[in-house]
């Protein structure tokens, strides 16, 4: 039977059980949070992402979730800098020239704060002169730092980066820290 441990990420966490950075590195992995034998991270989120985890024992299906050949959709709340116009969501929608080649179109919308969220520690940096927006978006490739790079090169530098849904698995009421079996 396949198993399926759906994880929030911490902030600062890597998305890994070892830490293979530089000797006497101190860095938060995986293996704090869950303790549970022979499952894998299905794909990967940055250090300074949070959300949404699949880990499985399963490796077809640890790569039908990771390989973007899939277009397995992710969906991310993402806290940007600024109000974004109807032309930067549409710029989104359509897809982005980065510097790797043009996205694929996203869902893009602004929304409320989601709803329980968690403190993040460290905070973000707030500027008293500068709002600050959630967008959600939706994409289906898997690019390195994809969103962040999207809501960059519209003009609304992220913030605060939330992966909220895999497919069809989702954080719901998981939170910060803590796994359930999916």
Request: no cysteine; proline share 6%.
């Amino acid at each position: 039977m396949t198993r399926i441990i759906l994880f929030n990420k911490p902030f600062d966490v890597l998305s890994q059980f070892t830490d293979k950075g530089t000797e006497g590195s101190q860095r938060r992995t995986l293996s704090e949070f869950i303790d549970v034998p022979d499952v894998y991270a299905a794909g990967r989120l940055d250090r300074d992402s949070e959300g949404l985890m699949i880990l499985t024992d399963n490796g077809r299906l640890q790569h039908q979730i990771a390989d973007p050949r899939h277009k397995t959709p992710k969906t991310y709340w993402a806290q940007v800098e600024g109000t974004p116009d109807e032309a930067a969501l549409q710029a989104l929608r359509r897809g982005v020239k980065l510097k790797d080649g043009h996205t694929s179109p996203a869902k893009a919308d602004i929304i409320e704060e989601p709803a329980g969220l968690w403190e993040r520690t460290p905070p973000i940096r707030v500027r008293k002169s500068i709002p600050d927006t959630w967008l959600e978006i939706t994409i289906t490739e898997g690019r390195n730092r994809q969103v962040r790079r999207m809501t960059s090169a519209v003009g609304h530098p992220t913030l605060r980066l939330i992966r909220a849904a895999i497919g069809n698995w989702s954080l719901d009421d998981l939170g910060s820290g803590e796994w359930r079996e999916g």
